[in-house]
């Protein structure tokens, strides 16, 4: 039962309040603010249930990645407008407790906010049926979180489409594709650096170290540039390959939340991914006016200083940090100003809370 509005479609007999609705009961019922009508209902007719709105299911939450910032973003600006949060895996980092939004874990949670919620987002899952058995919400909404090139992603959204009443795109290209709702991220500035050394010859690195970030690529680019320090940073399940396989020039400073101490240091940010939907650590670097350098992927596009092919050579990559370092991002406030706070909020809003 949703008591935040009007339920009477015109006068006469409210199931809700349980009264006959004239026209002065209709126009009271209409214009009353939603804790009037609570009040009304708790002292007339029974305890007031509210009704579970909105509610969001992930596979899993880890200490750092893009659908982490997304949902800390989302949480930042809805969390009191979204009932719960379930987490499939049993065991997600510890900052999931801190978004203030309550939390559950395990698929049968899952059913259960499916079978209690109003509407339901989910990221990730390819088998819904299960999730279906015990009811299912009355607008069920999927998210895409990759690019087009993302086979995973791809596979995971043409399945997701034949279940969904609204699908979301992050990226433009796969809201094209898919003929869906795009709601780019944002920028968040708080997360971005005041100041940078464009002096100091120091490159970050900062990505999820799985193959499509490309890590060990940033090894061989290291080796070829004795003369810069390589700052690296990111969890996956190529980090023991990785930091065994680290030359000297570079240091790992393991998964820090926030990049903001950590960029103030560099000169230069490179990106190594072939797939990005966005690129938060990419965008935070440009917010700091400092010199990107990637492919064309996410926001490597239109925001990077040096954006490569992907068949670009280590010489390739070292001519670009060598020609970019030094400078400050061309790019900083255009992007600032594309991927804002109040678009964000604004779209979201109507999805979470419309």
């Not at 804790?35 to 305890?47: A, D, L, S, T």
């Not at 939450?61 to 407008?81: P, Q, R, Y």
């Not at 570079?250 to 960029?263: A, F």
């Not at 064309?296 to 954006?307: A, H, I, P, Q, R």
Request: glycine share 6%; charged share 25%.
């Amino acid at each position: 039962m949703d008591l935040s509005k009007c339920n009477c479609e015109k006068s006469g007999f409210c199931p809700v309040f349980r009264r006959d609705m004239d026209n002065k009961n209709h126009h009271w019922c209409k214009t009353s603010t939603k804790n009037k009508r609570i009040n009304y209902y708790q002292q007339n007719v029974g305890v007031y249930k509210p009704q579970k709105n909105f509610g969001i299911i992930i596979p899993c939450f880890n200490k750092i990645g893009g659908v982490e910032t997304w949902l800390k973003s989302i949480c930042k600006h809805f969390a009191g407008d979204i009932s719960e949060i379930c987490v499939i895996s049993e065991n997600p980092d510890s900052s999931l407790y801190q978004l203030g939004v309550p939390v559950s874990t395990g698929r049968s949670s899952a059913t259960k906010m499916c079978s209690t919620h109003n509407k339901v987002l989910i990221w990730g899952e390819q088998i819904i049926d299960p999730y279906l058995s015990k009811g299912r919400p009355k607008k069920l909404m999927f998210i895409h979180h990759g690019d087009e090139y993302g086979i995973w992603a791809n596979h995971t959204f043409d399945i997701q489409s034949s279940y969904a009443d609204k699908l979301i795109a992050v990226n433009k290209n796969v809201a094209d594709k898919y003929n869906c709702t795009l709601i780019e991220n944002y920028i968040d500035q708080e997360r971005c650096s005041k100041s940078y050394s464009p002096d100091s010859k120091t490159v970050l690195w900062a990505h999820r170290m799985s193959s499509e970030k490309r890590p060990l690529m940033l090894l061989e680019i290291a080796r070829q540039m004795q003369d810069y320090n390589f700052i690296v940073c990111g969890e996956g399940n190529l980090k023991e390959q990785v930091l065994s396989e680290m030359p000297k020039n570079c240091t790992y400073l393991g998964s820090p939340r926030n990049l903001c101490k950590v960029l103030e240091k560099c000169a230069v940010f490179i990106s190594t991914a072939d797939q990005e939907a966005f690129g938060y650590s990419l965008g935070e670097a440009i917010g700091s006016n400092i010199p990107v350098v990637s492919y064309k992927f996410g926001l490597g596009v239109e925001y990077s200083d040096f954006s490569l092919e992907l068949n670009s050579t280590i010489e390739d990559w070292v001519a670009a940090i060598n020609s970019c370092s030094g400078e400050r991002s061309k790019h900083s406030q255009k992007l600032l100003d594309r991927y804002n706070e109040k678009i964000f909020c604004d779209k979201w809003s109507r999805i979470i809370c419309g």
